[in-house]
């Protein structure tokens, strides 16, 4: 399974989530995420639903108790103080499939630098 974890501003559109998303695929070298994964509290982000209504996927709400048990590549300060995690992307993919998750890059970063999008694989738990 493929996840595809987004971390955003509030301000982030569409737009930016999905350049982050193509951003990340190209990265890791995939077509496609199986589902999509972000804070739980961002999730219903008008942004976000849009995002994802237009790839079809669906979305998973991570709660910030599972993103801070995440080990994550990139260490961002603004991340690590807002949700005490180096990565809310790295973090929100890897928690989604729970254990034997790994990522397959670094989190990607839309070119208005609004959003982050990292890919994970592994099994879902």
Request: glycine share 8%; charged share 15%; with cysteine.
């Amino acid at each position: 399974m493929i996840v595809a974890g987004f971390g955003f501003r509030a301000g982030a559109s569409a737009d930016a989530l999905r350049d982050a998303y193509d951003r990340a695929c190209h990265a890791a070298a995939v077509k496609q995420a199986d589902l999509l994964a972000t804070p739980a509290d961002k999730a219903a982000q008008p942004a976000f639903g849009a995002m994802s209504k237009g790839l079809s996927l669906p979305v998973v709400p991570i709660s910030d108790a599972a993103l801070q048990r995440q080990t994550t590549q990139t260490q961002s300060a603004a991340a690590q103080a807002a949700r005490a995690t180096g990565s809310v992307a790295e973090a929100a993919a890897l928690a989604a499939l729970g254990r034997g998750a790994r990522l397959l890059a670094p989190r990607a970063i839309s070119s208005d630098r609004t959003a982050t999008c990292a890919i994970a694989t592994g099994p879902k738990t």
